[in-house]
């Protein structure tokens, strides 16, 4: 069975300043790795992910994650945060074989402040 | 338009009743999700629907029934529910099922209150 660990429930960050939103996952088996977000008021979103091929992933709005296979992490960064990026963000995964089933983790709350 | 749209947006319903939510989405996506989530929990799979076949139950009560009129449709209908089964239940869906898909955009959700 797959789990994810999302440590930090929050984050709170400066506008302007660097983020990382950090995500452990364990597996016994081949998985892909995603990242979700939740805006306020709004459903989840797709913002990346990681099927194979290149370990650093580029998502929508400025967002990267790397996968560390060694490290069992896939850990989400921006290089500099704006307001409107104030969200739930949700790490999940899946077996490479069945994408279908998606395990999410617990959610970290991003806070930008001006 | 990319959207997946829920019906109601807030639900309370006694557990004698028998009630449905609503999921709409119009982006041509054949895959759609129903996906249960606790407060302060992830969400949870339910069901899925690919190409308007029913391919997951995740062993959900029976007192829980899906129903995928057609592509851009999908219910779920309530019976007999207990106290326990009221969370946020989020409809989700994705370009194409099976091997590679997972949902791509989430509906706001229904919150349900069983009372």
């Known amino acids: 069975a797959q789990s994810v660990t999302q440590l930090d429930s929050q984050v709170p960050v400066f506008e302007e300043a660097p983020v990382e939103l950090r995500c452990n996952y364990s597996s016994s088996v081949s998985v892909y790795l995603f990242w979700y977000v939740q805006y306020p008021n709004q459903g989840l979103q797709l913002l990346l992910k990681?099927?194979?091929?290149?370990?650093l992933v580029k998502g929508i709005n400025g967002f990267e994650a790397e996968f560390n296979k060694s490290q069992t992490s896939f850990h989400l960064r921006k290089p500099s945060v704006h307001i409107s990026d104030t969200a739930e963000y949700f790490c999940a995964v899946s077996q490479s074989y069945n994408t279908d089933k998606l395990i999410f983790g617990t959610g970290t709350r991003l806070q930008v402040f001006p | 338009d990319t959207e997946v749209t829920q019906t109601p947006k807030h639900l309370v319903m006694g557990m004698t009743n028998k009630k449905s939510l609503k999921c709409e989405q119009h982006?041509?996506?054949?895959?759609m999700y129903w996906y249960k989530q606790k407060a302060k929990k992830p969400p949870e799979l339910m069901f899925v629907y690919s190409y308007e076949k029913l391919s997951i139950n995740e062993s959900v009560p029976s007192r829980f029934s899906p129903e995928c009129p057609n592509s851009s449709l999908l219910n779920l209908h309530l019976h007999a529910l207990q106290p326990e089964d009221s969370a946020l239940y989020l409809c989700a869906s994705s370009q194409k099922g099976g091997q590679g898909s997972v949902p791509s955009f989430f509906g706001q959700g229904t919150r349900l209150t069983v009372v």
């Open positions: 990681y099927l194979s091929g290149s370990t």
């Open positions: 982006m041509g996506h054949r895959a």
